[in-house]
C-alpha cells in the first residue's frame, strides 16, 4: 500500500497562487458571497500563508507558503469526529465522506492548521463557473465541512485506468491539480513507502520541515525551507 | 398524617397552582413572542444554513455553544446542589431543592439542544446514533447529557409524587394528570419508606453523573491541541464554574418567585445568607481556578497560547475579559464578605452578577482560542447575528416559560419536605446535635434524655 | 439549483430541436444556464484539445479538457517550451470567459444611447463605408495583442489606410521598442545558458513579464547554479523575492541608477573596450554625462538609493562574464521612461550585451515591427487621441486603455467627439462601451491565432486553435480585416480570404525551411539531439496541409537547437537623449510630512484590466492580504505610526482627483513614504463595481515618448 505525501520546495516557490486556484477549479470549491467573504468565510483549500518577514528593511522577505490539507498520519480532526465523516485512508489520505457530515464543525475546531472550510450557505455560482465544474467532483451542500483531499478522485481515475491496462498504479500516474500545474514544478508528490521516489528523497532533505510537527500530527505534507 | 391539617398551614404554597392574574398572562404573552421569534430566526436558518449566524473561519464554534456550556452549567444548580444539600442533611435545603431541581430539568433541555441548533445538517442528526464513533468527544457528550437529563429527571419526580398525591386529593383541575403522575401514593408507611429509600439512591447517583456531564463538556475543549483550550485543569474547573454560575441563578430564580408568589415566609433571608455564604465560597473556588489556568499559561509562554492569552488581557476581548473578572470575582467576594452588603438586595447583585460573569467566561474560553489559531492567519472576529441572539433569546424564555408552567402545575416549594421538616425534623435535629456534643454515650442515651426534657 | 416548469418545457423543446436539427451541441446554447449541468449526464465522454492562451503575453501552451466536447478545464501543455505543463491563475481560468453570461453575442450598434443587436452584414456594411469615406490621418487603431501576426496584419491594415495613427500595445513591442531605437535592433532573449548575473529594473520576471511561467522556471535554475540577481523596484512582488539585494527604487530613477552602475563600471574600467569602440556610437559623449553627473554619490544624493549598494551590484555586473541588465514594459511607466529603458540599455553596451542573445535567421514576424524605425517622438500613441480633430474613425482591439489611463475623463471626451468609434471587444468594458458598433470578437477558445515568441531562447510558434465551434454570432477579427483589405483593395494583391489562409501564409516558411519540431515531444537528448544538431529531420509531414493539421493539433512548433547569434548591435545612443532637458525635472513626489505617494502595483491576477468578470480571480484577488472583494493599500508600519494609521482599519486617500476608502494593511516591506494599491479592481463597466481603480485617481504623468502613464507619481494624502 502506498503512502501519500507531498513536498513542497519553498526556495521553487514563487508565491504565484496558480496552486490555489487549480485547486479551486478542480475541486468545485464553492466562490462565497461578497458579503461571506469579507466576513472571513471565503473558501480555500490550497491558500498562501504569509508566516513570517525575514530581516529588517530593505533586506526583508516575507516567508510565504502554500498550505494544503497536511494528510497528518496522526490527525486530530479524525479523532474527534462523531460520525466518521473524515477518516484516514490506508493510502495516507485523510479523506472526507460528505454525506455522512452533520456539520458540528468539531474537526475544524480541533484541526490545528485550520486547513478545514464550511458551507456556510449555498451560493448561487456564477453561471460560467457553474458551466465548468469538474464533472469529477461532487458539489457540496451547504452545512457540511469540507477540506483538500489530495485530489482523491484523481487517485480513482488513475486506479481505474491502471486496472483496465492491467498493470499497477505507477508513479506520475496520480498527482494532485496543485502538483500538475505548478509552473516551477515546486510540489513534489508521490509514495513515501516507495524508497526511490523523489517525494521521500525531499521529505528527507536537510531543508526539509513539518508545519507545526512539534505537536505530534505527523503531517505529509511537508515544506523545504528556502535556501541562504 | 393527616393531609387536611396542611391545607391550613401551607395553603401559600398551593395559591399558585389555582390562582393566576393577568400580569402573569401578560409575561406569557410577551415571552412567547419572543420565543416564537426566536423559532422564526431557527427556521431562517434551517432553511439558509449556518451563513445566517456571525461565525466565520476560523471562529467556527460561537453563540451556540457558548450558550451551550452556560445553560449546561446552570443546570448545575439543580440537582447537584439539591443532592449535596440533602446528602449532608442540611435542613435549609426543604423550601430550596424542589427550585433547583426544576431548573436542572428545564435549562438541561433547552442548553441540550443547542448542539443541535448549531449543526449544520440536523437532518443528519440520527447518524449519530447509526454511525457514532465513540472515540469522539462529542459522543460522550451525547451520552451524558441523556443520562443526566434522565437522572435528573426522575431525581425531579420522585420527591414530587407525595406532593401529587396531595394535589390529586385536592381534587380540581387536572385530577386525571395528578392520579397518573401519582402513581397511587397514600403515604403509607411501607411506600415511605420505598420512597425515601428511592431518594436517597438518586441522591449518590446523581452527583457523579453530573459531575461527569461538565467534566466531559470540559473535555470537548480539552482533548482538542489548540491553544487556551489544551489543559488538564479543565475538567474541575467547568464543574466549579457550573456549580458557580448554579447557585447564582437559583438565588435570582428564587428570589424572583418569592417576590411574585409571596413565598416570603418560607423563603426567609436566611436561606439566602446561606445560599450567599456557599456563593462566596464557590467563586473563591473559581477565582483559585481560573488563576491557576492562566498563571501556568503565561509563566510557560509557549507563543500560542500567548496569543490567545494576550488576546483575552489586552487584545480584542479585554474588555468582556476584565468585565468576567468584575462579575465573577470582586462583585461577589465583595458583597458577600461584607456583613452589612450581605442582604437580599446584595446577594442579587451578586447572583445576577455572577451569571454574567459566568456568561461571558463561557464566551471567552471559546472564541479567543478559535479567533486566535496557531498558523498566522488573521485574527478571526466575530459578531453575533440576530439570528444567534434571537435563538439566545428565545431559550431564555423558553426556560422562564417552562418555570411559570411548572409552577402552575406543581407547588413550587416542596410541600411535604416542608411539613416533614415541621414535624419530625426539630427533634432530629436536636437529636443529632446532642450526638455530637461530648458527655452524651450513645443513640439510646440521647434518646431517653430527650423523651426526658419532653 | 431551481428549474421551474417553464425552463423545463424550454428544456425538452430546445434538445428535442436541437436533435432534429442536428447535434445536441447547437441546442445547449439556447437552454438556460442553469439546466446544462444537468444535461452533464451525458456519456461523458473526455476529450482533451491544445491550444494557446491569450490572457497575457505568455503564450502558455494549454491543454483544454473537455467533456461531451464542451470544455471545462485547463491545464498546460507539457511539451509547450515555454510552459512546460506549469500553469498560473489566469490560465486556469480562462475557459470561464467562453460561457459568461456576460458575452456579446452578435454585433451592437449604439442607437440613441443604447445598444442594439445587429446583423455580422449590417455591421460591417457601417464599417466599410465609414472606411470608404475615412482614410489615412482620419482613422485611427488602437490595438492590444500579443499575436505578431495580429499585430502585423492591423500593420498591413492601417499602412493601406495611410495612417500612421496605429498603437498597438503589446507587451513585447513595447519592451523592445527602446532597443529598435537606439540601436539596430533588439535582443531576442536572456541567453540563460551564458548569462551569469542579472540586474533587473522593475520586471515582475516571474509575475508580469514576456513569458512569467517560463521566466519563473528559467530564474530557478539560474539560481540553482549559484548566481544571483539583484533587482531594483519600487515594491517588494513576489517576483523579487528571490532577489539577491532587492533595492527599493521608485522609477523615476532608475535612469539615475543605471547610468550610476555604469558610473562605476566606467570608472573601474571593466567594461567591455573591444565592442564599445565598434559599435558605441557617441560612447565619449556617454562617458562624460555619466562621470560628470551620475557619481554613486551624487545618484545617492539625488535619489536616496545608497552608494554602497550601487558600487557593489556595480562590480558584481562588471565581474560577470555574461550579465544582463533587464527591463521590460513596466520601465516605462514614469515620467522619464523610455530615458530609463535608454539607461539600461546602454548599461548593457558596456559589457557588450553579455547575457542577451539572437536567432540566426529567424523566420517568424518580429513583434516588435510596428513602429520600428519611426523617430519616437513622432510614433502615435493613444494619449494622441486627445485633441486631435482629424480622427473620424476609431477602431480598438481588445484594448481597454481608457481604464488602464490616468487621462480617463480626457480620453472618454476625445472619443465621444470621434464620428465612429468601432470596438472588437467581446465584452462591454470601460472602453467598448464608449463605442458606436461593436463587433465582438470570439473568445480565445473559439479563436485561430498563433503567437510567436523567442523568450526562451528557441523560435517557438503556439498556436491557438477554435477548440469549439463559435456558440454566438461572433467573428474573428483578423477575418473582418483580411476582408476589408481585400474588398477596399487597400494593398496592390491581397491573395488571403480569411485569417486563416493568411496565417498558413505567414507560416509556410516555417513548413518551408523544415526545421524544429511540432510539439509533440520532450525535447530530444542523446542521439536523437546530435541528429537533429547535424541537420537531420524527424518530420511527420509530407505536405503542408499535414503540417498545419498538426500543428494545430500538437499546439505549436519549436526549434529547440537554433543557431544562436551573439547580440552585437551598433548603439546610435546619443549623449543628448539622455541629458534631461531643463524643465523636464523627474516628476518626484515631495515627502512632506502630511503626505505620501502613491505607487500602484500590479499583480499576476490581472492583466491590464482584464481581471474584470472573472469570478476565481475576482474573489482570490485579496487573498494574501485577508481583504476581498474590496480595496486594500499596503504601507509601511512605520509610515502608517507617523499617520496614526492602525492595521486593517479604514482609510480614506486624497488625491487630486478626489479620493477613495480603502483598508490599511501592515506590510514591512513596503517603501516607508509609499502607499501601494493594487491594480486590477473598481471595474465600471461590469454589473457589480468591487474596490476601486487607483489609475482613474493618480496623476496624469506619461513617459514623454511612448505615452506610457506613470504609476508611481501621484502624492496623496490621507485621514
Known amino acids: 500500500m502506498p503512502k501519500y505525501g507531498m513536498v513542497i520546495d519553498l526556495d521553487k516557490c514563487t508565491s504565484c497562487q496558480a496552486c490555489v486556484t487549480a485547486c479551486k477549479v478542480e475541486n468545485n470549491v464553492q466562490i462565497v458571497s461578497e458579503d461571506d467573504a469579507q466576513n472571513g468565510r471565503a473558501m480555500f483549500w490550497m491558500k498562501m500563508l504569509t508566516m513570517e518577514f525575514d530581516g529588517d528593511y530593505p533586506n526583508i522577505r516575507p516567508k510565504t507558503l502554500p498550505r494544503n490539507c497536511m494528510q497528518c498520519d496522526e490527525p486530530s480532526c479524525i479523532k474527534v469526529c462523531p460520525v466518521r465523516a473524515t477518516y484516514l485512508r490506508d493510502d495516507g489520505i485523510v479523506a472526507q465522506i460528505y454525506p455522512q457530515c452533520i456539520g458540528c464543525r468539531y474537526c475544524m475546531a480541533n484541526c490545528p492548521y485550520t486547513v478545514k472550510v464550511f458551507n456556510w450557505d449555498r451560493q448561487e455560482q456564477p453561471a460560467e463557473v457553474e458551466r465548468t465544474y469538474n464533472p469529477d467532483v461532487s458539489v457540496r451542500p451547504k452545512g457540511i465541512v469540507e477540506k483538500c483531499t489530495f485530489c482523491i478522485h484523481r487517485l480513482q481515475t488513475a486506479s481505474e485506468k491502471a486496472k483496465a491496462e492491467h498493470r499497477d498504479l505507477e508513479p506520475g500516474d496520480y498527482v494532485p491539480a496543485c502538483v500538475e500545474v505548478c509552473p516551477v514544478d515546486a510540489i513534489s508528490f508521490g509514495d513515501l513507502d516507495d524508497r526511490k521516489s523523489e517525494v521521500l528523497k525531499a521529505s528527507r532533505d536537510y531543508r526539509a520541515f513539518g508545519l507545526l510537527e512539534e505537536l505530534g500530527t505527523v503531517p505529509k505534507v511537508r515544506y523545504l525551507n528556502a535556501k541562504e | ?454 | 439549483m431551481e428549474i421551474n416548469r417553464r425552463d423545463f418545457v424550454k428544456l425538452l423543446g430546445g434538445s428535442l430541436i436541437g436533435f432534429a436539427v442536428g447535434g445536441v451541441g447547437d441546442a445547449l446554447l439556447k437552454i438556460p444556464g442553469a439546466v446544462v449541468p444537468l444535461l452533464y449526464k451525458g456519456p461523458r465522454i473526455e476529450t482533451w484539445k491544445t491550444t494557446t492562451c491569450m490572457k497575457c503575453p505568455g503564450k502558455c501552451g494549454l491543454r483544454i479538457r473537455m467533456i461531451d466536447k464542451f470544455p471545462v478545464q485547463v491545464f498546460g501543455n507539457p511539451l509547450s517550451p515555454l510552459n512546460n505543463g506549469g500553469m498560473c491563475p489566469m490560465g486556469l481560468t480562462s475557459v470561464g470567459s467562453l460561457y459568461h453570461p456576460d458575452r456579446l453575442t452578435s454585433p451592437m450598434k449604439k442607437v440613441n444611447g443604447k445598444f442594439q443587436e445587429i446583423s455580422y452584414a449590417e455591421a460591417y456594411g457601417i464599417l466599410a463605408s465609414a472606411l470608404a469615406n475615412n482614410k489615412g490621418g482620419n482613422t485611427a487603431f488602437v490595438a492590444q495583442t500579443e499575436s505578431a501576426f495580429m499585430a502585423d496584419l492591423i500593420g498591413k491594415f492601417m499602412s493601406g489606410l495611410k495612417s500612421e495613427k496605429v498603437s498597438i500595445d503589446n507587451f513585447a513591442s513595447n519592451s523592445v521598442a527602446s532597443f529598435d531605437r537606439i540601436s539596430d535592433g533588439g535582443p531576442d532573449f536572456i541567453d540563460f545558458t551564458a548569462c551569469d548575473y542579472i540586474v533587473n529594473f522593475g520586471s515582475q520576471l516571474t509575475e508580469m513579464s514576456e513569458s512569467p511561467l517560463y521566466f519563473s522556471r528559467a530564474i530557478n535554475d539560474f539560481r540553482s547554479k549559484g548566481h544571483e540577481f539583484a533587482s531594483f523596484s519600487p515594491k517588494l512582488t513576489p517576483g523579487t523575492y528571490k532577489a539577491n539585494p532587492w533595492v527599493p527604487v521608485m522609477p523615476e530613477y532608475y535612469e539615475d541608477v543605471a547610468l550610476a552602475l555604469a558610473y562605476v563600471v566606467i570608472t573601474d574600467g571593466s567594461y567591455d573596450r573591444a565592442f564599445v569602440q565598434k559599435r558605441f556610437k557617441d560612447f565619449d559623449g556617454f562617458k562624460k554625462l555619466v562621470t560628470e553627473e551620475y557619481s554613486p554619490a551624487a545618484v545617492e544624493s539625488r535619489t536616496g538609493v545608497p552608494s554602497v549598494e550601487i558600487v557593489k551590484i556595480a562590480r558584481k555586473f562588471a565581474n560577470a562574464s555574461a550579465p544582463v541588465a533587464y527591463f521590460d514594459e513596466s520601465i516605462l511607466h514614469s515620467s522619464n521612461g523610455t530615458r530609463n529603458a535608454y539607461a539600461v540599455v546602454a548599461l548593457n553596451a558596456l559589457k557588450g550585451f553579455g547575457g542577451y542573445g539572437k536567432l540566426k535567421n529567424q523566420v517568424l514576424p518580429d513583434p516588435g515591427n510596428t513602429g520600428k524605425g519611426v523617430d519616437p517622438e513622432q510614433a502615435w500613441n493613444r494619449n494622441k487621441l486627445v485633441g486631435d480633430k482629424d480622427i473620424r474613425l476609431l477602431m480598438v482591439y481588445r484594448s481597454n486603455f481608457v481604464f488602464n489611463s490616468p487621462n480617463s475623463e480626457e480620453l472618454k471626451k476625445a472619443i465621444a467627439g470621434i464620428r465612429t468609434v468601432v470596438s472588437f471587444s467581446p465584452f462591454i468594458d470601460e472602453t467598448s462601451e464608449l463605442a458606436d458598433l461593436i463587433i465582438p470578437d470570439h473568445d480565445g477558445l473559439e479563436r485561430l491565432d498563433a503567437f510567436s515568441s523567442t523568450v526562451t531562447g528557441s523560435p517557438v510558434v503556439s498556436m491557438q486553435q477554435p477548440v469549439v465551434k463559435p456558440f454566438y454570432s461572433t467573428v474573428h477579427t483578423g477575418d473582418v480585416l483580411v476582408t476589408l483589405i481585400g474588398e477596399l483593395k487597400l494593398t496592390k494583391s491581397w491573395p488571403h480570404k480569411d485569417y486563416e489562409d493568411y496565417l498558413q501564409a505567414s507560416l509556410k516558411p516555417i513548413y518551408k525551411h523544415g526545421k524544429g519540431m511540432l510539439m509533440n515531444q520532450k525535447k530530444p537528448t542523446g542521439l536523437e539531439k546530435s541528429l537533429h544538431q547535424a541537420g537531420w529531420q524527424m518530420a511527420s509531414y509530407s505536405s503542408f496541409d499535414e503540417f498545419w493539421e498538426q500543428l494545430l493539433r500538437f499546439g505549436g512548433w519549436w526549434d529547440p537547437f537554433p543557431q544562436v547569434l551573439k547580440f552585437t548591435p551598433a548603439i546610435s545612443l546619443t549623449a543628448d537623449r539622455l541629458a534631461r532637458q531643463a524643465g523636464s525635472a523627474p516628476v518626484n513626489p515631495a515627502h512632506s510630512a502630511n503626505s505620501l505617494r502613491m505607487n500602484i502595483f500590479t499583480r499576476n491576477l490581472d492583466y491590464k484590466g482584464n481581471m474584470l468578470r472573472n469570478a476565481y480571480l475576482t474573489e482570490q484577488f485579496g487573498m494574501g492580504r485577508d481583504v476581498y472583494y474590496a480595496m486594500w493599500i499596503e504601507l509601511n508600519p512605520d509610515t502608517a505610526r507617523n499617520f496614526s494609521i492602525e492595521d486593517r482599519s479604514r482609510v480614506r486617500i486624497k488625491t487630486s482627483k478626489g479620493s477613495f476608502e480603502a483598508t490599511a494593511v501592515y506590510d514591512p516591506s513596503v517603501v516607508p513614504g509609499n502607499i501601494d494599491v493594487p491594480f486590477g479592481l473598481g471595474h465600471t463597466a461590469s454589473g457589480k463595481m468591487y474596490g476601486v481603480n487607483p489609475v482613474a485617481y493618480s496623476d496624469e504623468v506619461f513617459d514623454e515618448e511612448t505615452g506610457s502613464p506613470s504609476l508611481s507619481q501621484t502624492t496623496v494624502k490621507i485621514g
Open chain 2, 1 to 454: 398524617m393527616s393531609y387536611q391539617n396542611l391545607r391550613d398551614e401551607d395553603e401559600a404554597l398551593f395559591r399558585p397552582i389555582y390562582e393566576t392574574d393577568r400580569s402573569f398572562y401578560a409575561v406569557v404573552i410577551a415571552l412567547t413572542a419572543i420565543f416564537l421569534f426566536g423559532l422564526g430566526c431557527y427556521i431562517h436558518q434551517l432553511i439558509y444554513g449556518l451563513g445566517a449566524t456571525g461565525m466565520d473561519e476560523p471562529v467556527s464554534w460561537a453563540f451556540y455553544i457558548v450558550d451551550f456550556v452556560f445553560f449546561i452549567g446552570i443546570s448545575h444548580a439543580g440537582t447537584l446542589i439539591s443532592a449535596i444539600l440533602r446528602l449532608s442533611k442540611a435542613e435549609w435545603r426543604r423550601p430550596i431543592t424542589r427550585m433547583a431541581e426544576v431548573i436542572t430539568g428545564i435549562v438541561l433541555a433547552i442548553g441540550g439542544l443547542h448542539p443541535i441548533i448549531d449543526l449544520g445538517r440536523p437532518d443528519r442528526i440520527l447518524h449519530l446514533f447509526e454511525r457514532g464513533r465513540l472515540q469522539s468527544p462529542l459522543l460522550w457528550d451525547l451520552t451524558s447529557v441523556t443520562a443526566y437529563f434522565t437522572a435528573s429527571t426522575i431525581y425531579l419526580y420522585v420527591p414530587m409524587i407525595p406532593d401529587i398525591a396531595l394535589l390529586r386529593d385536592r381534587g380540581g383541575k387536572l385530577k386525571n394528570l395528578y392520579r397518573i403522575l401519582a402513581w397511587g401514593y397514600k403515604g403509607t408507611p411501607k411506600q415511605k419508606h420505598a420512597l425515601e429509600r428511592a431518594i436517597n439512591i438518586l441522591m449518590v447517583m446523581v452527583i457523579p453523573i453530573a459531575i461527569s456531564v461538565h467534566t466531559i463538556i470540559a473535555w470537548i475543549f480539552g482533548m482538542t491541541l489548540q491553544p487556551g483550550w489544551h489543559s488538564t485543569i479543565f475538567g474541575p474547573y467547568f464543574v466549579v464554574g457550573a456549580i458557580y454560575s448554579g447557585i447564582a441563578a437559583l438565588v435570582i430564580v428564587m428570589l424572583a418567585f418569592r417576590k411574585i408568589y409571596h413565598f416570603e415566609d418560607y423563603l426567609k433571608e436566611i436561606h439566602f445568607q446561606y445560599l450567599g455564604t456557599l456563593l462566596l465560597v464557590v467563586a473563591l473556588l473559581w477565582t483559585y481556578f481560573t488563576f491557576n489556568e492562566y498563571l501556568t499559561t503565561f509563566y510557560g509562554h509557549e507563543p500560542a497560547e500567548m496569543r490567545v492569552f494576550l488576546y483575552k488581557f489586552t487584545g480584542g476581548y479585554a474588555p468582556f475579559f476584565w468585565a468576567m473578572v468584575f462579575c465573577n470575582f470582586l462583585l461577589p467576594v465583595v458583597i458577600l464578605s461584607n456583613k452589612k452588603l450581605k442582604k437580599i438586595p446584595g446577594i442579587l447583585i451578586a447572583s445576577i452578577g455572577v451569571v454574567i460573569g459566568m456568561w461571558l467566561e463561557r464566551l471567552i474560553i471559546i472564541i479567543p482560542t478559535l479567533a486566535n489559531p496557531r498558523l498566522p492567519y488573521p485574527t478571526g472576529m466575530y459578531i453575533p447575528s440576530i439570528t444567534e441572539i434571537g435563538i439566545a433569546g428565545a431559550a431564555t424564555s423558553a426556560f422562564l416559560l417552562g418555570f411559570m408552567g411548572f409552577s402552575k402545575l406543581f407547588p413550587l416549594i416542596s410541600i411535604w419536605e416542608t411539613k416533614e421538616g415541621r414535624e419530625h425534623s426539630v427533634h432530629e435535629v436536636s437529636m443529632r446535635l446532642r450526638e455530637y456534643l461530648p458527655g452524651q454515650l450513645d443513640k439510646s442515651g440521647v434518646e431517653a434524655s430527650v423523651k426526658a426534657e419532653l
